[in-house]
């Protein structure tokens, strides 16, 4: 245990309450955090529905005296950090704790944040007074907040982390790959500490993007919901929010009396690029390429107990997600996905499934996935109940457009 | 001061091939004649709608020519970004040697780039798009291209790069922090090489952010200059294949240098100042020194970051002040972005390619422009007028960001 790399901290902002523990329940009780919405982008009214966080005090978690001037992007990064670093140790509770002014441990501690949109409303806010009127529309202040190391920034003054902080950008798999480099970094030795994760913050342009390419739920249909896995899906909902792990060495965390949460055993990426198939059926390519050996390398076959949390969403690439997934596995799998409670939260689901899974396997229970009449090769079950479980390790996996895909393993021994 | 671990030491990382693309020009070899000629590539911009306001120029990559155009994927020519990383990819894929025969399979093979803009061009033309025509009539394509791991999905998949495809930013860091991951990714044996550095295309973007900041001067660049006032937007893409010194001898691959050192830290301080001490710059440094095994008196030449900001410049000649003590004055200075402009997320890849090249040349590069250096910095040796031919072993390269990120890294001649 003491060489091993553990999370010891979790925190999460999303359409459910927030917190590790306050979610894991409100999933459990099969609640849903998706409402109804309306929004002005692009000069069209958009009405749908969204996994949104509502009743979201920044200054719960923020005592900055810049926090007006922050996006939701890095206000929900802040106080899903916050969260995380307070439940390892790492700093007082309340909207000022922070690393000592010179404590070695802030230098050794650094931070990685996953994004794929960021904050749109900032780029937009920005870009298009600049595209209709030139250059002399920019705003200074937009223009700083809304760059996309903002959140990650933010984070580390707020808590006073003096080692790097970088965003990560990319597919949906970026908040899994943040916490993989996390590891990396730990193991070898290059940070004491790390806190990853991801943020992503809401605009209707999203919901419009995500309609242009066929992935969303046509808007006639937006009552259904957001269906993993469901025969019926006619795809996703937009959710938004933030999720963050603390990511260190055993040793380490037990020295300083934090009790390790959960054992990273593996973590992996792929591209999915070279392989034979383009499109879709990429993902079982990218998944075997790694998954099989990241697995075993710990020496724990991370399929072995079944229990996996997927990025499954309700559009077209679940099958291809389970397909590969199924492919891998030699024994039955138990699915479970976060979407249709939370909303299709690009990178910030996956890393808010990592925290649900630990919250599962220490309490014996399998939060339900909202679906309905769920489309799955035998073998694979989808629990739509609160179901128990006798596992003590998860795979959390997620997979992106052209073959990306990110997996983690963790177990909770 | 953190220590590296002994699994830090057990692999060497060497540089076995560069692409480069900057306002001086395309290919590596390119650009460092043109930079040791005193080329200035800083002039008017074009491809930017400036709708009346005054365009105080930039270092904008030329034009890709016919033969450089000539195999880069339709789907790349369609965003400046892609179609130039490409080119610079393949520039370094093939300096690598790696382009016909590549032992390495593809899971091994990953790209860790740094940007803070990705296609932001393809963004501006898809908003652009749908103020005039509607979000219904707009062209999915363009707004799929903003996205940088659409950027990279041409590189990734021409030369099956499948190991990892990742895009970090640290605002202007972007480039070292994309070099610092790949080392650590290299030496921790997830991958074997790894095509790391950074870019960013011509935007008006961040042309308009900078300048409504008050960061970019309508005069020539001059860091470290009594009289600077600011700096100009460069374009720049700049990539090294990264590989272990084993491997690369194995396949008898030409050894361009070896990376020995990476620092990284964060200000903490404020979002688009950096702190007055040049503290997180310090910290940068001196964990480069460490985990490069070296003194401040080993170092032989320094790659300024430089950008002709009155507050970078001061911060920055600070953090070398208290790094390298009295050493400073005999080491040369070198800030190339006066004959670029400031490249962003390009900035990192492309100077540590210069910074390759100085130690390969025994010769610090000059910095344009600069007529009187800051009296304020009375140790900075910084290179002007001309070249300087100086026995160089090893260099540093700094990079400094929004947010607070610092970036340094030590390269060095490979011995055998």
């Keep these: 245990m003491s060489d091993d790399v553990v999370i010891t901290g979790c925190g999460v902002v999303s359409a459910l309450p927030s917190g590790a523990a306050a979610l894991f329940d409100a999933l459990c009780d099969g609640r849903c955090g998706i409402v109804d919405y309306e929004g002005v982008s692009l000069g069209e009214t958009v009405r749908t529905r969204v996994g949104r966080v509502c009743d979201f005090d920044p200054e719960e978690w923020i005592a900055d005296q810049t926090l007006r001037r922050m996006s939701r992007f890095t206000q929900f990064a802040i106080a899903a950090g916050r969260q995380a670093a307070c439940e390892a140790g790492l700093i007082e509770p309340g909207p ?87 590891s990396e970094m730990v193991r070898a030795g290059r940070y004491d500490v790390v806190l ?94 790694f998954l099989v050996p990241s697995v075993t390398e710990r020496g724990v076959d991370g399929l072995k107990d079944g229990l996996v949390f997927s990025s499954a969403n309700g559009s077209v690439l679940d099958a291809a ?9 030699a024994s039955p799998l138990t699915v479970t996905s976060l979407a249709g409670a939370l909303g299709e939260c690009l990178s910030m689901t996956p890393v808010a499934s990592v925290i649900t899974a630990i919250q599962a396997c220490w309490h014996g229970r399998c939060p339900p996935t909202r679906t309905t009449d769920p489309s799955l090769p035998e073998g694979v079950s989808c629990p739509q109940v609160t179901t128990p479980i006798d596992t003590s390790s998860a795979v959390i996996v997620a997979t992106g457009l052209e073959g990306a895909a990110a997996a983690i393993h963790i177990d909770v021994t | 001061m953190p220590q590296p671990t002994e699994h830090q030491h057990q692999d060497r990382i060497v540089v076995t091939g560069t692409g480069l693309i900057t306002a001086l020009g395309v290919g590596t070899e390119v650009n460092w004649s ?32 016919l033969d450089s155009l000539a195999g880069i994927p339709p789907r790349a020519r369609r965003e400046r970004a892609a179609a130039y990383l490409f080119c610079c990819a393949r520039e ?75 895009t970090t930013t640290t605002a202007c860091a972007s480039g070292l922090s994309s070099i610092g991951l790949a080392m650590m990714m290299i030496r921790s044996r997830r991958l074997d090489l790894i095509i790391a550095g950074g870019y960013d295309p011509m935007c008006v973007y961040t042309y308009a952010g900078f300048n409504s900041l008050m960061l970019v001067d309508g005069e020539a660049i001059r860091p470290f200059d009594a009289e600077r006032k600011g700096l100009k937007i460069g374009e720049g893409y700049g990539l090294l294949a990264l590989e272990r010194r084993t491997d690369a001898l194995r396949r008898g691959a030409r050894i361009l240098g070896e990376v020995v050192g990476y620092g990284e830290s964060s200000d903490a301080h404020h979002l688009t100042r950096p702190h007055p001490d040049g503290q997180g710059a310090v910290r940068a440094m001196r964990i480069a020194l460490t985990e490069a095994r070296l003194r401040p008196d080993q170092i032989d030449h320094i790659n300024a970051h430089g950008t002709a900001t009155p507050n970078n410049d001061s911060s920055e000649y600070r953090a070398m002040e208290r790094v390298f003590g009295a050493h400073l004055r005999r080491i040369p200075v070198s800030a190339v972005k006066s004959a670029l402009g400031h490249a962003l997320g390009g900035a990192g890849g492309v100077e540590a390619i210069f910074t390759l090249l100085a130690i390969r040349s025994d010769t610090a590069p000059a910095t344009l422009h600069t007529r009187c250096v800051d009296s304020a910095m009375p140790d900075l040796d910084l290179v002007t007028d001309q070249p300087r031919a100086h026995p160089i072993r090893h260099a540093m390269s700094n990079s400094f960001g929004f947010g607070g990120s610092n970036a340094s890294l030590i390269l060095g001649v490979c011995d055998e």
């Design chain 1, 321 to 329: 997600e389970v397909g590969a997934l199924h492919g891998l596995a």
């Design chain 1, 96 to 182: 000022a704790g922070r690393f000592d002014e010179g404590s070695p441990l802030a230098e050794r501690t650094a931070v990685l944040c996953g994004a794929v949109a960021g904050s749109p409303p900032y780029v937009l806010d920005y870009y298009m007074p600049i595209i209709e009127r030139g250059v002399v529309a920019a705003n200074p202040i937009l223009f700083g907040e809304g760059v996309p190391n903002a959140a990650s920034s933010h984070l580390s003054m707020s808590l006073g982390i003096r080692g790097g902080c970088q965003t990560l950008l990319g597919e949906r798999t970026v908040g899994l790959e943040a916490i993989a480099l996390a």
């Design chain 2, 92 to 166: 370094c894929v093939h300096s690598a040697g790696l382009e016909q025969s590549n032992p390495y399979a593809p899971a091994r093979r990953g790209m860790i780039v740094g940007t803070t803009l990705g296609g932001m061009n393809s963004g501006g033309v898809f908003l652009e798009s749908c103020r005039k025509r509607g979000v219904g009539r707009a062209r999915f394509g363009e707004m799929r291209r903003w996205q940088p791991s659409a950027v990279m999905r041409p590189v990734l998949d021409a030369f099956a790069l499948a190991g990892a495809g990742i």
């Design chain 1, 196 to 289: 990853a994760g991801a943020s992503e913050e809401y605009h209707p342009i999203l919901t419009q993007i995500h309609e242009k390419i066929g992935m969303h739920t046509p808007r006639e249909k937006i009552d259904r919901g957001c269906l993993p896995f469901a025969r019926e899906s006619a795809g996703y909902l937009m959710g938004e929010g933030a999720a963050f792990v603390v990511v260190e060495r055993a040793s380490s965390a037990l020295r300083r009396g934090a009790m390790p949460l959960a054992r990273l055993c593996a973590a992996g990426m792929s591209t999915g690029a070279g392989a034979a198939a383009g499109g879709f059926e990429a993902f079982e390519t990218a998944l075997g390429s």
């Design chain 2, 34 to 65: 043109a930079l040791l000629a005193g080329g200035d590539g800083v002039g008017p911009l074009h491809g930017i709608d400036f709708k009346g306001a005054p365009d105080k120029g930039g270092g904008q990559a030329p034009g890709l020519s």
